[in-house]
């Protein structure tokens, strides 16, 4: 079995250069940490820095825990982490009703958002093993 390429280093490098705000850990997949990291400047900067060594096996291990399929992963993490408030990442996997309502509140006020920072890998995850099926 060949393991699916759902996530990139080339994006997770990109969001490091943000990573004291926990960007990079939250689309690795470990919210818990990106959460840490977002209310500590990443440690205050020891952990960021760590980080840059890290990157290759957190890509590994989301390679490894997340479904491949039609939703592209760099795509709905850069949408939603710069168009965010707008719902542009909900539009992008077919969920219209959340993606207006989003557009319309501000991203329900900023906690779509943050919920959203929390368990996007596991919606696109979802909606690829549906679309599988």
Do not use: C
Not at 53 to 74: K, V
Not at 81 to 86: A, Q, S
Not at 105 to 121: E, K, P, Q, S
């Amino acid at each position: 079995m060949q393991i699916q390429d759902t996530h990139s280093k080339l994006i997770g490098y990109l969001l490091w250069i943000f990573g004291f705000l926990g960007a990079h850990r939250f689309y690795y997949g470990r919210p818990v940490t990106g959460t840490i990291w977002f209310f500590t400047l990443g440690l205050l900067g020891v952990g960021w820095l760590i980080d840059l060594f890290l990157i290759p096996s957190m890509d590994r291990e989301a390679d490894l825990r997340f479904h491949a399929g039609p939703l592209d992963y760099n795509v709905a993490w850069l949408l939603l982490t710069f168009l965010g408030v707008f719902g542009v990442h909900r539009l992008y996997q077919g969920k219209w009703l959340t993606g207006l309502l989003y557009l319309l509140t501000g991203g329900l006020f900023l906690a779509g958002v943050l919920y959203d920072f929390w368990t996007l890998n596991e919606q696109v995850s979802l909606r690829n093993a549906q679309q599988s099926y």
